[in-house]
């Protein structure tokens, strides 16, 4: 034991201790229609990649829900079906629009009841590991435009 000690302790400081850059991404008007009790929920938003690089979204997750996934919408013998995406790219100096009918966050599993106005934290992850934090806000479906 006294020789594992000084040993962990290394290991741990030798921990990079520098949080990861943000993703330059600048995300608006993130809303969620409201749901059931109980049911998956989605996440609309515009996104605009700041940066001269591609962005590869891979990944995201919230605290009020027990899995998120990076939804598209593809037509499949004539019935409109949503399809899990590995990455969703959102090109340089370029805004990729998630909304209904297209891209969507799928927020499934969730972890207690909302209410109009709530605000859903839901990390954004890349490619490299990166995180952005939006707040996703709780609307009523009657007042949002329909897709196309
Ligand atoms: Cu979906």
């Known amino acids: 034991m006294q020789f ?3 040993t962990l302790l290394c290991a741990l400081l030798s921990v990079p201790m520098v949080a990861l850059a943000e993703i330059p991404l600048t995300v608006t008007d993130a809303w969620t229609p ?3 009790p109980g049911r998956m929920m989605a996440g609309f ?3 605009h990649n700041d940066s001269e690089e591609d962005i590869a979204l891979v990944d995201a997750a919230s605290p009020r829900f027990g899995h998120v996934e990076i939804h598209t919408m593809v037509m499949d ?3 409109m079906r949503m399809r899990r995406l590995d990455e969703l790219v959102i090109p340089a100096g370029e805004t990729v629009e998630l909304r209904p009918g297209g891209l969507h966050l799928m927020l ?3 972890q207690g009841r909302f209410s109009l106005g709530d605000r859903i934290e839901v990390d954004l992850i890349d490619s490299e590991g990166r ?3 939006i707040e ?3 609307r009523s479906r ?3 435009p329909m897709a196309n």
């Open 4 to 6: 594992r000690l000084p």
């Open 34 to 36: 409201e749901a059931p």
């Open 45 to 47: 938003m515009q996104v």
């Open 77 to 79: 013998e004539g019935v």
């Open 108 to 110: 499934i599993d969730p």
């Open 131 to 133: 995180r952005l934090g």
């Open 136 to 138: 996703s806000e709780v």
């Open 142 to 144: 009657a007042n949002q």
